[in-house]
């Protein structure tokens, strides 16, 4: 069974990257969110099997909307993502509960090995 992935970047060319890499190798793209705020909305609303997150966004960032997912469902598997240079932000988003995290640019292999290795 496919499983449903949210995608929450605040840019619509990184959403649509990862919504073409994934949906070409059989997964489903449950929602889009363009920031954390709207991710956490859609979290609640569709119970993704995994939602791949940005971290730097308005309204929300990553971080804090990784802790509000893992608050409202502690089983919630997120991948993180982020640009080359935010390693501190990378190791406290580990540390609130990511399960891995993807650096942009995004390689296609990279972002398939990480969804694998998180859901399957």
């Known amino acids: 069974m496919a499983k449903n992935i949210l995608i929450c970047?605040?840019?619509?060319?990184?959403?649509?990257?990862?919504?073409?890499?994934?949906?070409?190798?059989?997964y489903n793209i449950a929602g889009e969110a363009e920031n954390g705020m709207v991710a956490v909305e859609k979290y609640k609303e569709l119970k993704p099997d995994l939602v791949l997150m940005d971290i730097t966004m308005p309204e929300m960032d990553g971080i804090?909307?990784?802790?509000?997912i893992k608050a409202a469902d502690p089983g919630a598997m997120v991948i993180m993502c982020s640009a080359m240079g935010q390693q501190a932000m990378v190791i406290e988003s580990i540390q609130a509960g990511a399960k891995d995290f993807i650096v942009k640019p995004f390689q296609a292999d990279r972002v398939l090995e990480a969804v694998k290795k998180v859901v399957g």
Do not use: P, V
Not at 64 to 68: C, G, H, P, S
């Open 9 to 26: 970047d605040d840019a619509a060319f990184m959403r649509m990257m990862i919504k073409d890499i994934l949906s070409k190798n059989g």
């Open 64 to 68: 804090q909307a990784l802790k509000n």
